[in-house]
């Protein structure tokens, strides 16, 4: 007999909690035995409320499973072993490849089009942690004078724009006209300026967002940009970063003892939630 209950107890075989289709995980870590939903159900996420409502609540208590130095309140397994398949230490999964750096092709990363589409599931995955990494964003007390480095396409320009006076900076080609047209459609204005992540700050900033940028840097260029973004900031600013997990390590390094009022969490398994204020 298949087991209904809905939380991740156990990573046998289960009932689909929306459809009732029986479902055995390949390990205990994945998606489904988290979320008690099919393959199929977890795909369907974005089309129907309680589908999504499972597929966030599964993500965020995984997440909280990898959560260094924390215990999530229930695991996928009796043993409370991670047994995920690739998982390296830290149980920090990067599948996420680092953004694009052409317009075209990173709007289809940040939509898991084309080349970057991975399947119903993973694809859906992503798309909830995006919801809960703007969610977060939105949350954040933003005001004054907003810095977006490497503002890309204006994925995230929308919403800072509502939220202060935001200057957008990319060096790259055809991407701060893609975050003009994005604004524009909103009937937003920000300052836009073709300028390279390393360029001297000018003026004080009471915000910098640095949005996948760490990613897509090599190891030992992360410390320079964190300093440059930290140079844009006034006293008391705040720094945000939104980031595949592979920079993790970085940030911890990073904000640890140099800034105040460090938070740092998951959004998943692929995306990296923090913020801090400088002292």
Known sequence: MSDRSPGPGRAGRFDCLW???????????DLEAWARLCPDCLGRAGENAFLRFRLRRALEERAQAR?????????????????????PPGGLLAAAAPPPEEPAALEDWYLRRGRFAAGPVPDAAWAAELDAAVDWLDRLPLAGRIVELRAG????????????????????????EAARARLVAHRLRAHLHPRRLLDEAEGAADAVVLPFVLGSLGPTERPAALERALSWLAPGGRLVVIDVAAAAGDLAVALGGRLSSVEARMAGREIVLATALTR
């Open 19 to 29: 459809c009732g289709r029986p479902w055995q995980p390949g390990t205990p870590d």
């Open 67 to 87: 959560q260094p130095g924390r215990r999530a309140a229930r695991r996928p397994d009796d043993a409370g072993e991670e047994r995920a398949a690739g998982s």
């Open 153 to 176: 396409i204006g994925f995230w320009s929308v919403l800072l724009a509502t939220r202060g006076e935001l200057t957008a900076i990319d060096e790259r080609p055809g991407m701060l």
